[in-house]
């Protein structure tokens, strides 16, 4: 089972977290919205640990979405990036029957029509589900993104992530603005 690494790496993660769950508000004038949206998803996967997961596994993190442009383009931008010994893939329109291949679901606000069908589909496969769909955690999804007095805030359902069989590090539940049990 994949270890969260040294502390040196965790504080330094959380702190980056931190910094964007209480930092500037996102506005245009400093970074945007959807680009704080994407450190947001980074540091979900980065705190995440998945059933079955070994220490020095080097296959890709497969982050998918079903739609094509997320997050006004910023979701592409977390291709290539390490997280340990793993890099993530960007996945883009991911048919229905792929979902389950992937780590990480990541459902648009334009992908609200299809939440019920996707965690039904999903059933209790090992895919972490984020969305900044209004309500998400709160309608099964397991971190839902939002807009909170001009900053970007999340909730959690540690119940879904559970019954998936993921652990969510402690700290990251410590930050969230509500956790759904």
């Known amino acids: 089972m994949r270890r969260f690494g040294s502390n040196r790496w965790l504080a330094g993660g959380l702190l980056a977290l931190i910094c964007w769950a209480g930092g500037e508000p996102a506005s245009a004038q400093s970074v945007s919205e959807q680009?704080?949206?994407a450190g947001f998803i980074y540091n979900f996967v980065k705190f995440t640990q998945w059933p079955g997961a070994r220490e020095g596994d080097r296959s890709p993190l497969q982050v998918c979405t079903p739609g094509s442009q997320p997050l006004d383009g910023q979701f592409a931008l977390l291709q290539g990036r390490a997280?340990?010994?793993r890099g993530i893939d960007i996945r883009t329109n991911v048919p229905a029957s792929e979902w389950r291949n992937c780590q990480v679901l990541f459902l648009a606000e334009g992908d609200a029509h299809r939440l019920e069908s996707v965690l039904r589909s999903l059933g209790g496969a090992p895919?972490?589900?984020?969305?900044?769909?209004?309500?998400?955690a709160q309608s099964g999804g397991m971190i839902g993104l939002k807009i909170e007095d001009?900053?970007?805030?999340f909730d959690v359902n540690l119940g879904a992530a559970q019954r998936a069989g993921l652990t969510l590090n402690s700290q990251m539940l410590k930050l969230a603005g509500q956790v759904v049990r």
């Open 150 to 153: 001009s900053r970007v805030r």
């Open 35 to 37: 680009s704080v949206k």
């Open 127 to 136: 895919v972490l589900t984020l969305g900044d769909i209004p309500e998400f």
């Open 83 to 85: 997280i340990g010994s």
